[in-house]
């Protein structure tokens, strides 16, 4: 823990500029992906793909993706079909899908998020493992796909639920996918939000499952992690513990 701390002091009392490379890719239905990539480790580095909330774009990972690049990880933020605008950052995707006339929903944009996945896989072979992590529905999707797929090595997931039912899915669309996952798996939200996700939580039979809730109120999503939250230090020594943990 005491490693984790010092970490934890060093990624928020650095400057960081890591260069970030704008790239697209294609999903199945020849949707045009667009990603950030925030590679500034060795290739063969675990690498951890981040997914944004409702609303958003992959903007939410601005300050994020650097300080995670810090710890020795490479990412890539990705923009799912549905989305908008975060930090002055628009979500390309979700505008390409728009113009197609293609869905817009929770459950539309998994797919993108099983793109990424392949897309990663293909240009770092050798990377070390697989993480996804998603924030608000996303995080939610990550549970689930982390429950279909079997070459996802990690996930961590940002105040997650069962989001979907009125898009027509089961009430338990995510829990009944969760109980395949056997991979470590973090999930934390706000204090209040507990309920949401605490049953999908319990059912994981994973051997190396965390949660974390703040003391205070806490944030939705991955903003939690955000400077300017007074909990996001917290919020970073738990994420990093888990991550140490893999």
Same mark, same amino acid.
């Given at each position: 823990? %005491?490693?984790?701390?010092?970490?934890?002091?060093?990624?928020?009392?650095?400057?960081?500029?890591?260069?970030?490379?704008?790239?697209?890719?294609?999903?199945?239905?020849?949707?045009?992906?667009?990603?950030?990539?925030?590679?500034?480790?060795?290739?063969?580095?675990?690498?951890? *793909?981040?997914?944004? =909330?409702?609303?958003?774009?992959?903007?939410?990972?601005?300050?994020?993706?650097?300080?995670?690049?810090?710890?020795?990880?490479?990412?890539?933020?990705?923009?799912?079909?549905?989305?908008?605008? *975060?930090?002055?950052? *628009?979500?390309?995707?979700? =505008?390409?899908?728009?113009?197609?006339?293609?869905?817009?929903? !929770?459950?539309?944009?998994?797919?993108?998020?099983?793109?990424?996945?392949? !897309?990663?896989?293909?240009? !770092?072979?050798? $990377?070390?493992?697989? *993480?996804?992590?998603?924030?608000?529905?996303?995080? $939610?999707?990550?549970?689930?796909?982390?429950?279909?797929?079997?070459?996802?090595?990690?996930?961590?997931?940002?105040?997650?639920?069962?989001?979907?039912?009125?898009?027509? %899915?089961?009430?338990?669309?995510?829990?009944?996918?969760?109980?395949?996952?056997?991979?470590?798996?973090?999930?934390?939200?706000?204090?209040?939000?507990?309920?949401?996700?605490?049953?999908?939580?319990?059912?994981?039979?994973?051997?190396?499952?965390?949660?974390?809730?703040?003391?205070?109120?806490?944030?939705?999503?991955?903003? $939690?992690?955000?400077? %300017?939250?007074?909990?996001? =230090?917290? !919020?970073?020594?738990?994420?990093?513990?888990?991550?140490?943990?893999?």
């Amino acid at each position: 823990m %005491k490693k984790a701390v010092l970490i934890l002091f060093f990624i928020s009392t650095t400057f960081l500029v890591i260069a970030q490379q704008k790239i697209t890719f294609l999903a199945p239905d020849s949707v045009e992906i667009t990603a950030d990539l925030y590679v500034s480790n060795p290739t063969e580095n675990s690498f951890i *793909i981040l997914f944004h =909330q409702a609303g958003w774009s992959r903007g939410e990972y601005l300050e994020i993706a650097p300080k995670l690049n810090k710890l020795g990880f490479n990412c890539m933020a990705v923009d799912q079909r549905s989305g908008g605008k *975060i930090n002055n950052v *628009i979500n390309e995707t979700h =505008q390409r899908a728009e113009k197609q006339k293609l869905g817009t929903t !929770y459950i539309d944009a998994e797919v993108d998020i099983n793109s990424a996945i392949e !897309y990663v896989k293909k240009q !770092y072979p050798k $990377a070390k493992k697989i *993480i996804i992590w998603g924030s608000s529905y996303s995080s $939610a999707l990550v549970l689930k796909i982390a429950g279909d797929r079997n070459d996802i090595d990690a996930v961590l997931s940002f105040a997650p639920g069962e989001y979907f039912e009125n898009l027509g %899915k089961p009430s338990d669309y995510v829990t009944q996918r969760a109980k395949n996952i056997k991979v470590p798996v973090f999930i934390t939200s706000a204090k209040n939000e507990k309920p949401n996700w605490w049953s999908i939580f319990e059912i994981i039979p994973a051997k190396n499952k965390q949660y974390f809730l703040p003391e205070t109120d806490g944030q939705h999503g991955s903003r $939690a992690l955000w400077e %300017k939250f007074p909990e996001h =230090q917290a !919020y970073w020594k738990a994420v990093i513990s888990f991550l140490q943990s893999i």
